[in-house]
């Protein structure tokens, strides 16, 4: 069992830059891969950016170059380093955490975290 909280949502200009934070509720470096998500009214979910248990990341096209995921696990936290915000950018954000054990993947969710890019 995991349990994700997410923080560092909040109202920025187009341009801007903002920090999400992840806080999990066991040591971040036995999780399989930890990513976050999108979401906007009536759009699927999209994954923002991964980062794996031994440090790979990935990223969506449509953020490369402007986002950037990391972790500190000492505080068992993954980071989203927003820049050069734009107006599509605006959605829920959500904190994920993938468990592999037994051949089953697990996931976890946080409850999400606003995230508005507007002038």
């Known amino acids: 069992q995991v349990q994700l909280v997410e923080s560092g949502g909040g109202l920025v200009q187009p341009g801007g830059s903002l920090r999400l934070s992840c806080a999990a509720s066991?040591?971040?470096?036995?999780?399989?891969?930890m990513a976050w998500y999108r979401q906007t009214p009536g759009k699927e979910r999209e994954r923002v950016a991964t980062i794996t248990s031994d440090g790979s990341t990935n990223y969506a096209d449509s953020v490369k170059g402007r986002f950037t995921i990391s972790r500190d696990s000492a505080k068992n936290t993954v980071y989203l380093q927003m820049n050069s915000l734009k107006t599509e950018d605006t959605a829920v954000y959500y904190c994920n955490a993938d468990l592999y054990l037994s051949g089953s993947v697990y996931r976890f969710w946080g409850q999400g975290t606003q995230v508005n890019v507007s002038s």
């Open positions: 066991r040591s971040i470096l036995s999780i399989n891969a």
